[in-house]
């Protein structure tokens, strides 16, 4: 409340509707947008069916079992008492990056580089393509799916930025070696999507934070897969992730206006 009844004064301020967004995101991983419903199920149990569908999913595409992570001793930042916090793998299907290509002039599959994977947006239009006679090395499990995250994973200025894959089924995508596909087992990639996006996430793609997400130097930084899928997430459960989303959606409409 405090936060609509100053956000006309913030947006007013030097750099303020950038700041506004910051906390919009902020609030919505803290889970401070919106109120808890008694009747909604619990973070934990988004968890259990998330392993079920990873073994699954492994199974399907005979992939090997993911080599978890230990489980997270230490709360980044408190949470109310119904959410988990809980490392990315443990809510994926799939985490890893994509592949060097052998690029072609045209063909019938796009590659998606980090020039597709902007703040606005997935945009497909700077997408290459690759040989079709290299498809064979490519698994199942490569191919984007809709709803796919795709983070940015080199370079400074480039790494940390965040998309989710939107495209038309009739278009065939893999991703590049510089782009890791986060492939969500069942809960919302726009939820999610805030997590990254984060100031808590986004300030430490710095080699010089204390608490630094990445590797190498200021002139070329490398976020690692396995950092990736040991990255703490604060986890509401599933309904909730949804009502945290169109507040977010709404408050970021009027963060455009």
């Avoid at 079709?132 to 199942?140: I, Q, T």
């Amino acid at each position: 409340q405090q936060f609509l009844a100053e956000f006309g004064h913030i947006a007013n301020a030097p750099g303020g509707v950038a700041r506004l967004r910051e906390m919009v995101i902020q609030l919505a991983i803290s889970g401070r947008l919106v109120e808890r419903i008694e009747s909604e199920t619990t973070a934990s149990q988004a968890i259990e069916a998330a392993a079920e569908l990873r073994c699954a999913y492994e199974k399907k595409l005979d992939l090997r079992a993911t080599r978890m992570h230990p489980p997270l001793h230490s709360k980044p930042f408190p949470v109310p008492d119904h959410w988990q916090w809980t490392r990315l793998e443990q809510i994926c299907i799939y985490i890893q990056r994509g592949k060097g290509p052998k690029y072609v002039e045209r063909s019938s599959t796009y590659v998606v580089s980090q020039k597709c994977v902007q703040w606005s947006g997935f945009d497909l239009s700077s997408a290459r393509f690759v040989a079709n006679d290299s498809l064979a090395s490519y698994g199942k499990e490569r191919f984007l799916c809709a709803g796919d995250l795709l983070w940015n994973s080199t370079g400074t200025g480039t790494a940390g930025r965040v998309a989710i894959y939107q495209a038309d089924e009739s278009v065939t995508t893999v991703a590049d070696s510089h782009v890791t596909v986060v492939r969500l087992a069942n809960c919302s990639p726009r939820y999610l999507w805030c997590v990254i996006a984060s100031p808590w996430v986004q300030s430490r793609i710095e080699p010089s934070h204390s608490d630094s997400l990445v590797s190498g130097t200021t002139q070329q930084v490398e976020l690692n897969t396995s950092t990736a899928r040991a990255l703490p997430i604060p986890l509401p459960p599933i309904q909730a992730q949804s009502r945290i989303v169109a507040k977010v959606d709404e408050l970021m409409a009027l963060c455009d206006k």
